[in-house]
């Protein structure tokens, strides 16, 4: 029998995790898929990235993709926070939200490469080294022109990343990024010098994977060790007014983050001196205002992902809520049929934009709760540093939603053809 998407083209830009799992999501429903990516291989490029219990749940659709995670991932059962000076303040357990489902951190390059495999089983074409300089539509089809040539399907879904070129057709204009205020250290290290030091060594601990969280005035330092001991991760948030483009590949020096702990106990010191310089990176968080839209005019082309609406890390939701666009993404195409492609894409936004928006806020309430607290307080009340884990967040089936609500959402629209999305972030 057909699959529902058969005979529809997919062209998808962007191999990261929103346009891969577009990609899977599109195929299973019988879709054809191409995928272009301007990278000219698929690095291992990136550190510890965070996928909640609600795209845990996409991943473990996946025939055999859990089974390759869990070897590689971190397992704890918890968040010890510490203050600056080391003080222990208290430990943020997970087990309260053990039936929401499986969480999975870990590299993201290793993450990458198994989800990556699992597209290509799936019959995915992935096109390495195709960078795309421009988009088009019409009412009938939408494209993009990829190492010079046009290449036409029926409905263009734009995974390009925070720097997204796709957002200039959908916007009419091209948007600036601007400097959020802070930037992250981040390094993935092998614990080999963390080992040598007294005061270091619990943490290359073979049998415990251990997450810690050092919290201080306007910095806040997580280290998580995985893989036996043998890998560990850490991030360092802190304030920079510095206006550096975005990257995951700028070098990071250790006596400058040696500086951003000034006066902090000797053990972060000696975490951040333990690690190679190579490993080291400096990455400036950009941030950009909702945008107004995340479909073309023509509504043949979607943004998806970071394209669309860019994270800070303390929602600690980037790459899942990314994953829940291409599921939501695929089954409105699925549900919406070859011939009404716009409909599919203005229920896409519809759907997603306030969920993804009010995640978004989550966002800056963390990092504000870690950053502007007074310490003060924080030590006659530790718990107050504990991580907010909203369960509308975390246990969230987005497959099933965008089934059940599906239809009512079109009905909506063809009430409402005017409805524009709420873009307030306060
Ligand atoms: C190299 C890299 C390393 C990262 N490391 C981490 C990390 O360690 N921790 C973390 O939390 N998050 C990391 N991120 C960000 C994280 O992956 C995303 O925030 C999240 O997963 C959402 O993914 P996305 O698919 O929307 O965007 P991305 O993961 O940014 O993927 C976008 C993709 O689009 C491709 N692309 C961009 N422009 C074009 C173009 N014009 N034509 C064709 N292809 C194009 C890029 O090569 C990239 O593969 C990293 C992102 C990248 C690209």
């Not at 990071?252 to 080291?280: C, S």
């Not at 790459?319 to 549900?335: F, R, W, Y």
């Not at 530790?382 to 939603?401: A, I, M, T, Y």
Request: with cysteine; proline share 5%.
């Amino acid at each position: 029998m057909a699959k529902p998407c058969t005979g529809l083209k997919v062209a998808i830009v962007g191999a990261g995790f929103a346009g891969l799992t577009t990609a899977i999501e599109c195929r299973k429903r019988g879709a054809d898929v191409v995928l272009f990516d301007s990278s000219p291989s698929r690095r291992q490029l990136g550190d510890i990235i965070s996928f909640g219990s609600n795209s845990g749940r996409i991943f473990r659709s996946w025939p055999g993709v859990e089974e390759a995670l869990d070897p590689i991932c971190h397992h704890s059962d918890g968040l010890v926070f510490r203050a600056y000076d080391d003080d222990y303040l208290c430990t943020q357990k997970w087990g309260a939200e053990a039936d929401w489902g499986k969480r999975f951190n870990g590299h993201r390059g290793e993450i990458h490469e198994i989800v990556w495999n699992h597209a290509v089983d799936l019959g995915v074409d992935i096109r390495l080294g195709n960078k795309v300089t421009e988009y088009f539509e019409t009412e009938t089809e939408a494209g993009a022109v990829v190492n010079g040539e046009r290449i036409a399907a029926d409905v263009v879904l734009a995974g390009d990343g925070v720097r997204s070129t796709a957002r200039t057709i959908v916007l009419g204009f091209e948007d600036k990024p601007k400097s959020s205020g802070y930037a992250v250290y981040r390094s993935w290290m092998p614990t080999d010098k963390l080992k040598d030091n007294p005061l270091t060594a619990w943490l290359a601990d073979p049998n415990i994977d251990h997450h810690v969280g050092w919290l201080g005035p306007d910095v806040h330092f997580l280290v998580a060790t995985l893989q036996k001991g043998t890998a560990c991760s850490w991030v360092l948030t802190h304030k920079d007014e510095a206006d550096v483009e975005e990257s995951w590949s700028a070098p990071g020096y250790v006596e400058d983050a040696v500086k951003a702990v000034d006066g902090w106990a000797p053990i972060v010191h000696a975490i951040i001196r333990a690690t190679p310089e190579d490993a080291l990176v400096d990455w400036k968080l950009v941030f950009r205002d909702p945008l107004p839209t995340w479909i073309s005019p023509k509504r043949r082309i979607a943004l998806i992902g970071d394209a669309a609406h860019p994270f800070l890390p303390t929602s600690i939701q980037g790459a899942s809520q990314s994953m829940e666009d291409g599921v939501t993404a695929a089954i409105c195409l699925e549900l919406a049929g070859k011939g009404n492609v716009p409909e599919a894409l203005r229920a896409y936004e519809k759907i997603r934009y306030p969920r993804v928006l009010a995640t978004q806020r989550t966002g800056v309430t963390n990092r504000d709760n870690w950053h502007k607290a007074d310490f003060d307080y924080v030590k006659k009340n530790p718990e107050s540093v504990k991580l907010p884990r909203q369960d509308w967040v975390l246990n969230f089936d987005c497959s099933g939603h965008a089934y059940q609500v599906y239809a009512e959402t079109v009905e909506e629209l063809k009430e409402n053809p005017d409805w524009k999305p709420d873009t307030s972030l306060s």
